[in-house]
Nanobody, 120 residues
Framework: QVRLVESGGGLVQAGGSLRLSCLTS????????MGWYRQAPGNQRELVATITSAGNTNYADSVKGRFTISKGNAENSVYLQMNSLKPEDTAVYYC??????????????WGQGTQVTVSS
């Protein structure tokens, strides 16, 4: 079993910054890629940013130049630095991990979500 725990959400004024963290725990697995998704009320969950085990990154057009995804030194964590936040960034942010579990193949895991609210 792989568990993801997010932290770092909160309330911030437009133009401000927040840093989200996601830590994975469990055993007998390797991480293929991790990422952040978000879901605003009434909307579908959408990709924000992803990073592969090789360090390749991908961003939604709406956050390019403002958000930065990075891996932790321990390789079992991922961070999302969010700068120049806008009210439209308000959403629940979810951490995602695509992992290979020894003996079980590739699995997809989600965190519980952390609320980010940007006031105008």
């Amino acid at each position: 079993q792989v568990r993801l725990v997010e932290s770092g959400g909160g309330l911030v004024q437009a133009g401000g910054s927040l840093r989200l963290s996601c830590l994975t725990s469990g055993s007998r697995f390797s991480i293929n890629a991790m990422g952040w998704y978000r879901q605003a009320p009434g909307n579908q969950r959408e990709l924000v940013a992803t990073i592969t085990s090789a360090g390749n990154t991908n961003y939604a057009d709406s956050v390019k130049g403002r958000f930065t995804i990075s891996k932790g030194n321990a390789e079992n964590s991922v961070y999302l630095q969010m700068n120049s936040l806008k009210p439209e960034d308000t959403a629940v942010y979810y951490c995602n991990a695509v992992v290979t579990v020894l003996g079980f193949g590739v699995r997809n895991y989600w965190g519980q979500g952390t609320q980010v609210t940007v006031s105008s």
